[in-house]
């Protein structure tokens, strides 16, 4: 079946240093990539998305491309800060059949930034 | 726009004993989902609804949990009885009809079984 699997955590880096999370899928057909980001105390959010491959999404500074012959959706962001610490999900969604916008979720990675 | 909202916050309960779970989707939203994440992983489907209908619910072990959506707002979901692997955060999701790829989560309910 689908899955996702994204880099076991956890990540600690200092301000303003580069992040990369990777992030591998396994689908059929063609999903839709995510990432979430769970800050502390507080729910799920969609941090960006791609619903096609060579899609670009990109929030906050943050951006991840769906790379299909791949299969990766890493996410990456130029300089980190402190309050970007947090929790942080891929998820695929298949397009097709009855699974249809269901979420498949990979572990998480912790990132923590340091002043 | 108010968000979905989930309660309890929190639960404690013992094993073999009932739980129910409450979720109120944003406003218009048909399509409501379940979550269960387990501490260390990620959310894992329950069940998905359309309106009032199960779309998914494949992964719902049915001898002990059950879900409903009446009316086609409100879901609850119920565990009994209630073991110690079902110890987990249960999340809440909706998104607008049609657009199945954005979900909105609640802040979830944390369960723990003793």
């Known amino acids: 079946g689908d899955s996702v699997t994204q880099m076991e955590g956890p990540v600690t880096l200092s301000e303003e240093a580069f992040l990369t999370i990777n992030c591998t899928y396994t689908?059929?057909?063609?999903?839709?990539l995510f990432w979430y980001v769970q800050y502390p105390g507080e729910g799920l959010q969609l941090l960006l998305k791609a619903t096609k491959a060579d899609d670009k999404g990109s929030n906050k500074g943050f951006e991840a491309t769906y790379r299909k012959e791949t299969t990766s959706f890493h996410l990456e962001k130029g300089s980190v800060q402190v309050s970007d610490s947090a929790v942080y999900f891929c998820?695929?969604?298949?397009?097709?059949?009855?699974?249809?916008?269901?979420?498949?979720f990979g572990k998480g990675t912790k990132l923590s930034v340091k002043p | 726009e108010a968000g979905v909202a989930q309660s309890p916050r929190y639960k404690i309960i013992e094993k073999r004993q009932s739980v129910a779970f409450w979720c109120n989707p944003i406003?218009?939203?048909?399509?409501l989902y379940w979550y269960q994440q387990i501490l260390g992983q990620g959310p894992k489907l329950l069940i998905q609804f359309q309106n009032n209908g199960v779309v998914d619910d494949s992964q719902l072990p049915k001898d002990r949990f059950s879900a409903e959506r009446l009316k086609g707002v409100d879901s609850t979901l119920k565990i009994q009885p209630a073991k110690l692997e079902d110890s987990a955060v249960y999340l809440c999701a909706s998104s607008e009809t049609g657009s199945y790829n954005e979900q909105f989560f609640g802040p979830g309910t944390r369960l723990t079984v003793l």
């Open positions: 689908a059929t057909g063609y999903p839709s």
């Open positions: 998820a695929l969604s298949s397009n097709y059949g009855g699974s249809q916008g269901n979420l498949i």
């Open positions: 406003s218009g939203h048909a399509t």
